[in-house]
């Protein structure tokens, strides 16, 4: 039998643009990817300047939001998986941005 190597690196995040229902990342490997913002809490309850203060990390593995303590990896966006946040955490979260 034979086997072949496959490249498993991750393509790095280029850019980012986040709407009022969407999360779009553009790779370096010319994807781009299209997400419900419905999957990260914390983006969708974010205004849209919170939401449009983000930065790169780790030269692009992944996005990190200051204002809304948010962090997302490329390889999850690519794995398709939303945020694991508890709905208990995103609660205290919520309230804490009311106070």
């Known amino acids: 039998m034979t086997t072949s190597a496959t490249d498993t690196t991750t393509p790095l995040a280029t850019g980012v643009a986040v709407t009022d229902d969407t999360l779009t990342v553009d790779l370096s490997d010319g994807r781009t990817l299209s997400v419900p913002l419905a ?3 914390r983006l969708l309850h974010a205004t849209s300047q919170e939401r449009g203060n983000w ?4 030269r692009g593995e ?3 939001w ?3 303590d948010e962090d997302i ?3 999850s966006l690519i ?3 939303p945020s694991g946040e508890s709905a208990a955490s995103l609660q205290r ?7």
């Not at 979260?93 to 106070?99: D, E, S, V």
């Open 93 to 99: 979260w919520l309230a804490g941005r009311k106070a």
């Open 73 to 75: 990896s490329v390889g």
């Open 79 to 81: 794995a398709g998986r």
């Open 66 to 68: 200051p204002d809304v």
């Open 55 to 58: 930065k790169l990390v780790a």
């Open 62 to 64: 992944g996005v990190h």
């Open 39 to 41: 999957w990260f809490p």
